[in-house]
């Protein structure tokens, strides 16, 4: 599966320039439609939701069965595939997405090494990475034109390094791998024709590093610490993706989730314990450094956290007692204004916001 160049721009278009909800790209030659969908981790399904074009709330599509215990909730840069890791099985889920409705067909499972924690899929569509937190490796699946995906290579991190989060950069060089283990981020090369991945370096963190994200123009990278309450923040090398840690911050207890604003100004942290509230961190464009900004409640126990594709609203799963998904107003600096709420289903703990591109300008075989 491959981009046309014509392809590649417009999916720029789509994750770098925020466009609007009116319906089409810049240059008018195709349409979209926004989606939330919501890993439930106890209950074992997906919670699916549209985003109204009109007043931007969440509305109910369907509930979806996965395995046991899904971890993590990813799609592909056009939208058109939905992908599940699920510990307690091990295993891979593949959907298609109907981009006019939505609806989720299951197109594939596939079974993972040990306890599957992470997933994501490269900028170009073609292969899909998953954290095996069980057997200390990431593995790599091509990724076909209708969603069926295969196993290309799987990589040792080193044993005992438990990988349990991942993150690849906008040119989808560099593939960073969260170590809990030796409390560790390491870098590696990603080979384009097989997934392969090569070591290029490897940086400490704090104590039990839980989560991982990168601002879409790929200059710095942040983790969170869950077992002392702290965000590492790191400048990446243009050259090679080495990192350089610039700041270590402490943050409430348990730091989880932790993405970054489209135009990478503004952190949000959610936090595993037992606070209802998350917090809004600024972002230094010099140096990756933070500095709270706001904090905000939420339901309870906040975790899983996304922004649709304008930039424009945040949603925030709560995995504790109201399991619900919380929806928030983004102004122009990145503050957060309570906007409304609805229901999920038992313990959601991941969440991805897609835009998925209308036929006309979908990917070519």
């Known amino acids: 599966m491959r981009f046309s160049d014509t392809h590649l721009l417009l999916l720029s278009l789509i994750l770098f320039t925020g466009c609007g909800q009116s319906g089409g ?28 074009s009109k007043d931007h709330v969440l509305r109910d599509i369907e509930t979806v069965s996965t395995a046991s215990h899904p971890e993590a909730v990813a799609a592909d840069p056009l ?24 609806k989720l067909t299951a197109v594939q499972s596939v079974s993972t090494s040990a306890s599957p924690q992470a997933v994501v899929c490269n900028p170009q569509g073609t292969f899909v990475f998953v954290a095996n937190s069980g057997a200390d490796t990431v593995s790599a699946y091509s990724l076909g034109t209708s969603g069926q995906v295969a196993l290309s290579t799987t990589t040792s ?25 030796p409390r560790s981020v390491g870098v590696y090369l990603i080979t384009p024709s097989t997934g392969a991945l090569t070591p290029v370096s490897s940086l400490g963190t704090g104590v039990t590093p839980t989560s991982i994200s990168m601002d879409s123009a790929g200059h710095f990278l942040h983790v969170s610490n869950y077992g002392e309450s702290t965000i590492s923040a790191y400048r990446i ?19 989880s989730r932790l ?37 905000v409640t939420a339901g309870d126990t906040p975790f899983g956290i996304a ?22 107003k983004i102004s122009a600096l990145g503050f957060l204004t309570a906007y409304d709420s609805i229901a999920a289903g038992s313990s959601p703990r991941s969440l991805v916001a897609v835009r998925a591109v209308h036929r006309s300008a979908s990917r070519t075989p």
């Not at 390094?161 to 809990?180: C, E, H, M």
């Not at 922004?307 to 928030?328: K, T």
Request: proline share 4%.
């Open 307 to 328: 922004l649709d594709a304008a930039g424009e609203y945040l949603y925030v799963a709560s995995a504790g007692s109201s399991n619900n998904i919380s929806v928030f």
């Open 157 to 181: 991190v080193g044993t005992g390094a438990t990988p349990v989060a991942l993150a690849i950069d906008p040119a989808g060089r560099f593939l960073y791998s969260v170590n809990a283990g």
């Open 79 to 102: 939208g058109q595939f939905v992908f599940v890791v699920n510990s307690g099985s091990n295993l891979l889920n593949v959907f298609s997405l109907n981009e006019e409705s939505g």
């Open 237 to 255: 090398s243009a050259s090679n993706g080495a990192l350089t840690l610039a700041q270590t911050i402490s943050t409430p207890s348990a730091p």
């Open 259 to 295: 993405p970054v604003s489209n135009d990478g100004k503004i952190l949000y942290l959610s936090t595993g314990g037992t606070s209802s509230n998350f917090q809004v961190y600024q972002i230094n464009p010099t140096s990756g450094a933070l500095t709270l900004a706001q904090t």
């Open 25 to 52: 790209f810049a240059g008018g030659t195709g349409t979209y439609s926004d989606y939330v969908y919501a890993g439930n981790y106890t209950s074992g399904d997906l919670s699916t939701y549209s985003i109204s």
